[in-house]
């Protein structure tokens, strides 16, 4: 599979980071980058939208549970997250990120969640 593609937005405080493509171990640190650049830039919220990501493996669900545990625990920020598939939904539930995460169907509605 090709390697997976971010775009970012940082937009009234919001760090929005858009995957796209297979989220494997690899992947998913290109996602705690993208984190760890919104919160040089002081960013407490993210959203992260994983519309266009259809696989996100084991080493892309235990990256995203840390990473949300860091963003809600240790720094006291909010995650938002968009375009679960049934599975992925599924996985989350059961690992425990869903704990630490805000579903939302679109992104507008993450946002609103988030302001």
């Given at each position: 599979?090709?390697?997976?593609?971010?775009?970012?937005?940082?937009?009234?405080?919001?760090?929005?980071?858009?995957?796209?493509?297979?989220?494997?171990?690899?992947?998913?640190?290109?996602?705690?980058?993208?984190?760890?650049?919104?919160?040089?830039?002081?960013?407490?919220?993210?959203?992260?939208?994983?519309?266009?990501?259809?696989?996100?493996?084991?080493?892309?669900?235990?990256?995203?549970?840390?990473?949300?545990?860091?963003?809600?625990?240790?720094?006291?920020?909010?995650?938002?997250?968009?375009?679960?598939?049934?599975?992925?939904?599924?996985?989350?539930?059961?690992?425990?990120?869903?704990?630490?995460?805000?579903?939302?169907?679109?992104?507008?509605?993450?946002?609103?969640?988030?302001t």
């Amino acid at each position: 599979m090709p390697p997976v593609q971010l775009t970012t937005q940082l937009d009234q405080g919001i760090m929005t980071i858009r995957v796209n493509g297979y989220l494997d171990g690899i992947g998913a640190d290109e996602v705690a980058k993208a984190v760890e650049h919104g919160c040089a830039l002081g960013c407490q919220k993210f959203l992260l939208n994983l519309q266009e990501a259809p696989v996100i493996n084991s080493q892309g669900v235990a990256a995203i549970f840390q990473m949300a545990e860091d963003i809600v625990e240790h720094r006291g920020g909010q995650l938002a997250v968009v375009g679960l598939s049934k599975i992925a939904a599924t996985v989350f539930r059961n690992t425990g990120v869903l704990e630490f995460v805000i579903v939302a169907d679109t992104e507008a509605a993450a946002i609103a969640e988030l302001t």
